[in-house]
Every structure is written in C-alpha cells, then in structure tokens.
C-alpha cells in the first residue's frame, strides 16, 4: 500500500506547532499564562523580557518557541506542584486569601 521509499526509510519524529500556536488561536492563553499576577509576583523572570519576547515572537520578527513554551510549562508546573501544595499546607485563612488572588 506504501511506496518502499516510505516503508523503508528511517524514522522521523514529528514537530508539534507549538510557534504557530504561540502566534495564532492559543495566543491570549499563553499570553495570559505568562503575564499572570502569580507569574510576576513570584520573581523568577524579567518580566520585561518576557514581554518583549511575547512581542517579538507574535510580531514575528524572532522565534522564541523553545523559550516561551519552557515558561509556560514551568508557570504551569508550579500552579498544579508548589501553589497547590502551599495551598492545601496553609491555614484556612491563608487558603481563603489566595483562593481570592
């Protein structure tokens, strides 16, 4: 059904358009992500590097994917692992106030 050069070749992974989304429908989500309150107030980043790497990449005149994708994924992380953890280790009032941040 395949041609041999298909069959035979050597396997290839595949890229997931992670760039392209950074630019197009999941741009407000990444965005939001990465210039959330939590995210700034936490300290880890420059956020006006940040920023200038969320402009430069949807203006398309750089390609920060790798970089971009690595916050999201970090900022994400540390909702679901450390807030989570903080939260739920935290006196109820504690719990009250964050949950209203």
Not at 13 to 36: I, K, T
Not at 48 to 70: K, N, P, Q, S, Y
Request: proline share 5%.
């Amino acid at each position: 059904m395949l041609p041999p050069q298909i069959l035979n070749r050597r396997k290839q992974g595949f890229a997931v358009p992670v760039g392209g989304w950074f630019r197009g429908d999941s741009r407000e989500f990444f965005s939001d992500v990465l210039r959330s309150r939590a995210s700034r107030e936490r300290g880890y980043f420059n956020h006006r590097f940040v920023e200038r790497m969320i402009r430069e990449h949807v203006a398309g005149r750089r390609d920060h994917t790798l970089r971009l994708w690595a916050l999201v994924v970090f900022e994400l992380w540390h909702r679901q692992y450390v807030d989570a953890t903080t939260a739920r280790d935290s006196p109820p009032l504690i719990q009250a106030v964050s949950a209203a941040s």
